[in-house]
């Protein structure tokens, strides 16, 4: 089955100008079980047309040889007939003026290997989660709170940031979680607020000196601290790596296989 086109894209929603979720749903094989914040590769050959938004780079990738990039997926582990992604138009990319081109009914090549330590198993049920994203960032996130993180006893607060309002994927799903469910809260922040057509009332600064000013104590009525809370960073490098310096001042530390900490990076 390897670099075969095994999978038919069987949705596209467009988001945004430059974001799309789209499904994919395997043909004659069986979904293997994953663990909600894993990824998968994606693949196409070259020879898939590219949107007309890409520009001249990548244009003639090598022949032959498959364009494979890693995806987080947004569906739930217990969705069997598809998989949902969320994806970020790169103009410049191999892959992604590729996959923007895609009809539902075009094939797409998944591999079968869903891989990735950013999940919630080994987090204990009563800790808190704060799951900070950028962009698309926010899919691992969909994947943990549509399988089972809702039924955590912890609580549980989602910081979105995105360059528009029309940028923040999600956003209805997230909100209505945080309607329907008394331990969730959902802080959505743009960064370009000028060129909003209407009104934003949300938050307009980048996510670090939101959480400076302790926006999550604010909705919690607790401080997270490295005792009580788990904190996942998703997206831009950047981003990651500025909140994990502020995270480090406030005594959490980096997870990692050989050292358990409280903070857990998923890098774009
Ligand atoms: C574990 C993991 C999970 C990922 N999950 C997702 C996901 O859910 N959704 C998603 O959209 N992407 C995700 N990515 C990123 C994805 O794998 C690709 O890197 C991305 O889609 C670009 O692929 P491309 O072939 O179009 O561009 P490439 O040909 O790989 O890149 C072209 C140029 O664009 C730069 N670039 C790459 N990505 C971006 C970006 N996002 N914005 C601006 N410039 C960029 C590169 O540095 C390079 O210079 C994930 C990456 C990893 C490692």
Redesign the pocket.
């Known amino acids: 089955m390897k670099n075969e086109l095994n999978c038919k894209v069987s949705q596209v929603v467009q988001v945004s100008p430059m974001m799309k979720v789209i499904r994919v749903t395997p043909i004659g094989w069986e979904l293997p079980d994953f663990i909600p914040g894993q990824?998968v590769a994606l693949f196409l050959p070259p020879s898939v047309e590219r949107c007309t938004e890409a520009t001249e780079q990548?244009k003639n990738s090598p022949e032959g040889k498959m364009?494979k990039?890693?995806?987080?997926i947004a569906s739930s582990s217990k969705m069997k007939e598809h998989v949902e992604?969320?994806?970020?138009l790169?103009h410049?990319?191999?892959?992604?003026?590729r996959i923007f081109n895609l009809q539902i009914g075009d094939s797409i090549g998944m591999g079968n290997r869903f891989v990735?330590m950013f999940t919630l198993d080994n987090i204990p049920e009563d800790k808190n989660i704060v799951l900070v994203a950028t962009?698309?960032g926010v899919?691992p996130y969909m994947s943990m709170l549509r399988t089972d993180a809702m039924r955590r006893k912890g609580n549980i607060a989602v910081i979105h940031g995105a360059a528009n309002s029309w940028d923040l994927g999600y956003s209805s799903e997230l909100t209505l979680l945080e309607t329907i469910s008394p331990n969730l809260i959902y802080i959505p922040t743009i960064t370009n607020p000028e060129k909003e057509p209407g009104n934003w009332n949300g938050e307009k600064r980048f996510i670090e000196p939101i959480w400076q000013d302790n926006i999550v104590e604010k909705g919690w009525g607790f401080k997270p601290t490295a005792e009580n809370t788990h904190v996942f960073l998703c997206g831009n490098p950047r981003m990651t790596s500025s909140m994990t310096a502020i995270l480090e001042q406030e005594g959490f530390t980096e997870h990692s296989h050989r050292k358990p900490g409280q903070i857990h990076v998923?890098?774009?």
Not at 69 to 72: E, Q
Not at 92 to 97: D, E, N
């Open positions: 990824f990548h364009i990039r890693a995806y987080s992604f969320y994806i970020t790169v410049s990319g191999a892959l992604t003026p990735g962009g698309t899919a998923e890098k774009f």
